[in-house]
């Protein structure tokens, strides 16, 4: 792919140093589909009172040695919406604030995508939750940290095709990772077809969540200090009354200090 830097879109202040960079990534973003977008080392400040930046049918790779950062946690960090092609590669951010009472601000969200890669993305502080994909397909992602969430690490509703190579979580609420069916969604109706390496979990509500997903395919699970379950498998009549969990399949784990929180 062509490669630009965002440091070839800018709209005023000193890139990476703080300045209010919401336009700048917004400008860089819609003009470098089909491209990669570098994000050099230094930190990209999100500061949009009226929310986070919403990216629409992009397709191409952004990641970089930078960090975004986000100055409202009230409001989601970046969305990205209908785009196909869509590669995340030593993606960073977190919210700038401390955590604080829980909200409907998820970091990033993925919604309405197709052939999404995702590499070395690590998150971190939020109200919400780290990572929601909504109806995605063919999605892989090679390797997830997260740390410091109100809500779910990674939450995924209704997917068609789905790998995860490792997951990392440290101080989650709800489920470190969720896989979860949701009745009512025109794009795609199920949550199927899902391949995770391997999950290590530290101080979370629950460690792996799975309801009323099928054909999930979990290797290696270490988790350690829950505030409820370990594992969870389940269908939750809240989210679905035409699924139910089915062929889950989950190899070596080991669940330590279940209830400790």
């Given at each position: 792919?062509p490669t630009a830097?965002?440091?070839?879109?800018?709209?005023?202040?000193?890139?990476?140093?703080?300045?209010?960079?919401?336009?700048?990534?917004?400008?860089?973003?819609?003009?470098?589909?089909?491209?990669?977008?570098?994000?050099?080392?230094?930190?990209?400040?999100?500061?949009?009172?009226?929310?986070?930046?919403?990216?629409?049918?992009?397709?191409?790779?952004?990641?970089?040695?930078?960090?975004?950062?986000?100055?409202?946690?009230?409001?989601?960090?970046?969305?990205?919406?209908?785009?196909?092609?869509?590669?995340?590669?030593?993606?960073?951010?977190?919210?700038?604030?401390?955590?604080?009472?829980?909200?409907?601000?998820?970091?990033?969200?993925?919604?309405?995508?197709?052939?999404?890669?995702?590499?070395?993305?690590?998150?971190?502080?939020?109200?919400?939750?780290?990572?929601?994909?909504?109806?995605?397909?063919?999605?892989?992602?090679?390797?997830?940290?997260?740390?410091?969430?109100?809500?779910?690490?990674?939450?995924?509703?209704?997917?068609?095709?789905?790998?995860?190579?490792?997951?990392?979580?440290?101080?989650?609420?709800d489920g470190a990772?969720?896989?979860?069916?949701?009745?009512?969604?025109?794009?795609?109706?199920?949550?199927?077809?899902?391949?995770?390496?391997?999950?290590?979990?530290?101080?979370?509500?629950?460690?792996?969540?799975?309801?009323?997903?099928?054909?999930?395919?979990?290797?290696?699970?270490?988790?350690?200090?829950?505030?409820?379950?370990?594992?969870?498998?389940?269908?939750?009549?809240?989210?679905t009354t035409a699924?139910?969990?089915?062929?889950?399949?989950?190899?070596?784990?080991?669940?330590?200090?279940?209830?400790?929180?």
């Open positions: 792919l830097s965002i440091l070839d879109f800018y709209m005023g202040g000193t890139p990476g140093l703080g300045a209010d960079d919401t336009a700048s990534l917004s400008r860089a973003v819609a003009e470098t589909c089909l491209c990669a977008l570098d994000l050099p080392k230094g930190e990209y400040i999100i500061n949009n009172p009226s929310g986070g930046v919403a990216v629409e049918n992009y397709s191409g790779k952004i990641g970089g040695r930078g960090k975004l950062r986000f100055a409202n946690p009230t409001n989601t960090g970046i969305s990205w919406n209908y785009c196909h092609g869509l590669h995340l590669a030593e993606f960073r951010s977190e919210y700038i604030d401390a955590r604080t009472t829980r909200n409907g601000a998820t970091m990033i969200v993925v919604r309405f995508c197709n052939d999404v890669q995702i590499d070395a993305m690590t998150l971190r502080n939020g109200n919400a939750a780290a990572l929601l994909t909504l109806e995605c397909a063919n999605m892989e992602i090679g390797r997830i940290c997260m740390d410091g969430f109100k809500a779910n690490g990674l939450m995924v509703v209704n997917a068609a095709g789905l790998t995860i190579g490792q997951l990392i979580a440290r101080n989650v609420e990772l969720e896989l979860s069916c949701f009745d009512g969604k025109s794009v795609i109706t199920d949550c199927s077809d899902i391949t995770v390496g391997s999950i290590n979990v530290k101080n979370a509500d629950i460690g792996l969540l799975i309801n009323s997903a099928r054909r999930v395919n979990v290797g290696v699970c270490k988790i350690d200090r829950t505030r409820y379950n370990g594992i969870q498998i389940i269908q939750d009549l809240n989210t699924q139910w969990p089915d062929d889950i399949s989950i190899g070596n784990s080991v669940i330590t200090n279940v209830g400790a929180i």
